[in-house]
């Protein structure tokens, strides 16, 4: 599938590309952010850039053209897989970096040149936070509520990302886990209207990570516009109003999950009594199967219509009087879905 196509029908739809409802707090259009040296890359990446003489990378384009736009109150996903151009993506939306060519308006204004207007009303979370390693906690909160206006009591910041009992801890005592939830405490210290989450659960353990899930629904319930990147699945499906996988910095697929989740392929397997073969099944295209595999006497089916696939065996077994043993009939999840686009199966 061609992925601008894709992006452009989503959008039309205006549950995908689109926002939900109302006008965008954030619009992005045609979007691009190219580095000018050889910067990082990941290991085994393809290089996506110019070339020198000497053939090192010259520059390189992160982010491809990317449209999308956030409605207030709603939490955006930004998927990808490493280098996907997921940090790039935020960094411009942050303001932190002007893109090299289409536009982005946060809060109807332009978060690079007009940063002094957009600023003290969004969050940052940052992919790495750096603190003063001798301040506590409580410190470094104080320090950060001295510069903002309107700032949450720094109790309540402390007890709201569960670090009151480590507020004198120095912040080079912290664990990592412990380091995310200070970062997060200052991103929400101002109140922000819009607050970006780079990957804010990397490194908490699973009862921190649903404290700070829980956090985050509260923030979005009360009004809170919220993008956040995350290479947790399971995240972006538990928080995620919509959610768009990028791929070589474009948006491969965007949509509402569930959306994302239907356009892939549902699974249907069971295992063939002694005596039957793949041949006794009704035929497999009448099912709505569009492919099959078979290992020993395993029989996988894949459909876009698993109802029909499912009755069609079901009955079939039903009038042999057979009994399938493993049966299992599911939908596809997010995570067959990104890996589907992360192996660029989205383009075939
Ligand atoms: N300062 C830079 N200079 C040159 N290239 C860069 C720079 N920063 C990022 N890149 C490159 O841009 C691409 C996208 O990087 P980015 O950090 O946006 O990806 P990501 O999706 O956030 O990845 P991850 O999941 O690993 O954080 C990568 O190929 C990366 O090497």
């Not at 005592?173 to 995310?180: D, I, Y």
């Not at 970062?183 to 353990?205: I, M, N, Q, S």
């Not at 995240?235 to 990028?246: F, P």
């Not at 699974?267 to 199967?289: A, I, R």
């Amino acid at each position: 599938m061609n992925i601008g196509e894709k992006t452009i029908a989503d959008a039309g739809r205006g549950g995908a590309g689109g926002a939900a409802s109302g006008i965008g707090v954030i619009e992005v259009t045609a979007l691009r952010r190219r580095y000018g040296a050889a910067g990082r890359r990941a290991k085994g990446e393809p290089e996506r850039g110019r070339r020198s003489r000497a053939g090192t990378r010259e520059s390189y384009e992160a982010v491809s053209g990317i449209d999308f736009t956030v409605a207030r109150g709603e939490l955006f996903a930004l998927l990808g897989t490493n280098g996907a151009g997921k940090t790039s993506t935020l960094e411009l939306l942050e303001g932190l970096a002007a893109p090299s060519a289409g536009r982005v308006r946060v809060l109807g204004h332009d978060p690079f040149r007009e940063r002094g207007r957009v600023r003290p009303r969004i969050g940052v979370m940052l992919q790495e936070g750096g603190f003063p390693a001798e301040l506590t906690p409580e410190e470094t909160l104080r320090m950060w509520a001295g510069c903002t206006t309107g700032a949450r009591p720094v109790e309540e910041a402390l007890g709201s990302v569960g670090l009151d009992r480590r507020r004198n801890v120095r912040v080079k005592q912290l664990s990592g886990g412990e380091r995310r939830r200070l970062d997060l405490a200052l991103a929400l210290l101002g109140r922000p209207e819009v607050l970006f989450l780079d990957e804010p659960t990397t490194g908490l353990d699973t009862e921190a990570r649903h404290v700070t899930w829980e956090l985050i629904r509260e923030l979005r319930d009360s009004g809170t516009t919220i993008v956040l990147t995350t290479h947790y699945l399971e995240e972006a499906e538990e928080l995620a109003d919509r959610l768009a996988i990028l791929h070589d910095g474009r948006i491969a697929t965007a949509g509402h999950v569930a959306d994302v989740v239907a356009a892939h392929p549902s699974h249907l397997s069971f295992e063939l009594p002694d005596g039957f073969h793949l041949g006794d099944l009704p035929p497999l295209g009448e099912l709505g199967v569009i492919s099959h595999e078979t290992t020993g006497r395993t029989v996988r089916l894949r459909t876009n219509e698993l109802q029909r696939a499912a009755t069609g065996v079901l009955v079939w077994a039903q009038d042999k009087g057979i009994t399938l043993r493993g049966l299992d009939v599911r939908s596809a999840s997010l995570e067959e879905a990104f890996l589907h686009i992360a192996k660029g199966l989205e383009n075939t």
